[in-house]
């Protein structure tokens, strides 16, 4: 089958959704392609097939005005951007790619003679190439991801490992969603509250491979701070007690501090290599800048290599002077 043949029928959930749109209440996904290989997921669901297959199937029925219909290479270019993640509400993000090799290895059971197969197997190898030049470690940006970025940059800049273990501080909200992230290291966790504290220390220590510890306030915790190649607080600043904390800690130990800005540091100011909040949301916004660079440059990919499969089947053959032509 040739490329000029694909067909991509999409219904964007999100868009119905928001539109409030009733026929798509009334619409019967299932008997709407039937034979013809869907994937169907939280976002959308979407048809690859043939032009052939498509008019037959149809038999007269009204494409809804939902239904996005892409054909020839812009139907092959839509596949790559959903596959590789760029049409999904979190850009990049990788789960929908294993949703469309699921929804294949499915549909292949039980249709072997589909010329699909083909273009299937270049979809899953354009994908893998453009995540690997472009998306690779793409992903959301979060109170975690920031921190572990932090602290990689300091291994980086030092040479050499973390001597000493993390310590996080705190048992809330904010620590268990960055708790995950810390699990290349040895993790001590400190809280005030103990009930708190071991449910995260149970959360944590699910992960295989985790070294995670409690650590008693008083004297533990003194003991901890000092041994602490990082701290990371995920607690308000606390005038009272933080004099105390600061003093105790390693002069070239990290402090990641996620309870306020610098101009409310207070006694952690003293502290030569302290990161606030400033510095998290600094890095959030050049890790945006970076991602939507690589999205523009991956978007750029599927167009390209779509253009290209037009010329051939397999991309291992040369291509001429002339064929540069598609690009222009």
Known sequence: MQIDALRVLNISKTKVKAANDAEFASFEIESFLPGEFRMDSCQRVLWLCSEEALRSKLCGKVIPRFVEIYSGAAAYQFMLRVATGLESQVIG??????QVKEAWKKFEASNTATGLKGWMQRIFEDTKEIRSAHLHNQGGAT???????LIREHVEKTGKALEGPVVLIGAGALAASVGPYLLDHEVLLTNRSREKLETLHLELSRS???RVSVVSSGADEERALQEASVVVVCIPYDPSGDSGRVSQIRPDAVAI???GMRHQAGAWAEHARLHCLDDIFELQKSQGEVRSLRCAHALKACADRAKLRTLGSSLTIPHGWEDLAVFA
Do not use: A, N, Q, W
């Not at 993000?93 to 294993?98: K, V």
């Not at 109170?143 to 970025?149: A, E, I, K, P, T």
């Open 93 to 98: 993000e990788t789960d929908i790619f294993g």
């Open 143 to 149: 109170y975690g991801s920031l921190v572990r970025m």
């Open 208 to 210: 295989p491979g985790s």
């Open 257 to 259: 501090h996620l309870g």
